[in-house]
């Protein structure tokens, strides 16, 4: 049998045995270590499961994500996830499906300090989850909704997904990240937009609006944007930090967890409090570290089996359309989710996928920009769905129940990648506003 032959059978197996009910992680480890010993036998399988293992576990990116799990937790603690929830409420409470749309505006602006999608998922289990089903919001919407809107993370800076894609691909980080602001907004947009549909289809999925929310004044409006403060300081500490130089952008998550750590200590959070933090936070990193662990080491399996150049070069082969060429590679950015993290998909394909389409004429920030909203895509698809377990996790649920509660969210974020790469000045509009070089 070839490699690529082990490749796609190994993945198909994975993913069935995975419909059937073995857990995730141990599907895809077992899965990785048997394509691994069918490609290169003993020698390979025991260099990627000794020393490999050890190389992904010291990567740097395995330091971030829990700090900035830290960040998520105690900005839920300290108020700042919470104000901005409550701000989002008072200005979207009015509509019906009001906190749905409060969960994904709140989670765009907690983006701003956050920079994973894991860190918004996270919070928003702990403070939109009890609102909504208190409310009486269906739960398998609300659920999918939290797990959905956390993406917006990975568009609004500081994004550690399109820091690794600027890397990658030696393209401007500052212009690139004012790009991800404008996609972040076009996906926001397409959230509200699938949100209101599907209660217009639906409306028995949310509640009436009470006469509390319909009734709101706009002084009350006005006042709760002070509750913005903080997180509007430490979006600016840490993104004009790196901005002046004074520390690298991948830095970003220690110096959010100081920031936070003493505006946690200045706010009168007790140290034994701020110590229950940390240990969530290891808890919640905990849960997932095997998962994210069994998916890259399962993309070293695609990697050496050369699925995904298989993939593409049949693609490129094809004569077609660009724009027809970026939708397939948007599809198959859908197929590489189901099995692997964001930064893993990011890191085997941009290097083979960006000459591509930067030679297909596309521009390069605007392939950024959607490359991410898609890798992002497999967060909330089975059967990886990072930040579908994530809830699940969080909330003690059903991760079948979040899958169903997704589809709406799976659309929006499709149409937005979409309508990037038809009308890609939707998003360029903001950099080319401040003057930026494209």
């Known amino acids: ?249 991948t830095v970003g998550g220690a110096v959010a967890t100081c920031v936070i750590f003493v505006y946690a200590l200045a706010k009168g959070m007790s140290f034994k409090r701020v110590m229950a933090c940390f240990w969530d936070s290891c808890q919640m990193f905990a849960s997932l570290y095997l998962i994210m662990l069994g998916g890259q080491i399962f993309s070293r399996l695609i990697s050496i089996t050369g699925m995904a150049e298989c993939i593409l070069g049949f693609i490129a082969e094809l004569g077609l359309p660009g724009e027809l060429v970026f939708i397939l590679i948007v599809l198959f950015y859908g197929v590489c989710g189901c099995i692997m993290d964001c930064m893993s998909i990011i890191i085997i394909t941009v290097p083979i996928i960006f000459p591509l389409l930067t030679g297909l004429g596309f521009n390069p920030f605007v392939i950024c920009v959607v490359l991410v909203l898609c890798a992002e895509l497999g967060c909330i698809t089975p059967p990886m769905g990072l930040a579908v377990f994530t809830v699940a996790s969080v909330l003690k649920e059903s991760p079948g129940k979040i899958f169903k509660g997704v589809v709406p969210f799976v659309i929006a974020m499709l149409a937005a990648a979409i309508i990037a790469i038809f009308v890609p000045d939707i998003i360029l509009w903001l950099p080319k506003l401040m003057g930026a070089k494209l």
């Open 1 to 249: 049998m070839t490699p690529l032959a082990v490749g796609f059978t190994v993945f198909l197996l994975m993913i069935l045995f995975v419909f059937i009910g073995v857990p995730v992680c141990y599907s895809v480890i077992v899965f990785a270590g048997l394509g691994l010993y069918l490609v290169g036998g003993e020698p390979i399988l025991t260099q990627q499961f000794t020393s490999g293992i050890f190389t992904l576990s010291a990567n740097y990116t395995f330091t971030v994500m829990p700090l900035f799990m830290l960040v998520g937790i105690l900005a839920g603690e300290t108020g700042i996830a919470g104000g901005t929830f409550t701000c989002a409420k008072k200005w979207l409470g009015r509509f019906r499906g009001g906190l749905l749309y409060a969960v994904v505006g709140a989670n765009a602006v907690f983006g701003a300090c956050s920079g994973i999608s894991s860190a918004g998922t996270i919070v928003f289990s702990r403070i939109a989850a009890p609102e909504l089903k208190k409310a009486g919001y269906d739960e398998s919407l609300s659920y999918g909704c939290i797990a959905s809107a956390g993406a917006l993370s990975s568009l609004i800076p500081p994004s550690t997904s399109i820091l690794t894609f600027c890397i990658l691909t030696d393209i401007s980080i500052g212009t690139a990240l004012i790009t991800g602001t404008s996609g972040g907004i076009v996906l926001l947009l397409t959230m509200f937009v699938l949100i209101f549909a599907t209660l217009r289809i639906n409306p028995s999925k949310a509640p009436s609006v009470t006469d509390e929310d319909r009734n709101v004044s706009w002084k009350e409006r006005l006042a709760t944007l002070k509750l913005l403060g903080p997180i509007l300081f430490l979006f600016l500490f840490i993104v004009g930090g790196a901005f002046f130089g004074w520390f690298t952008a």
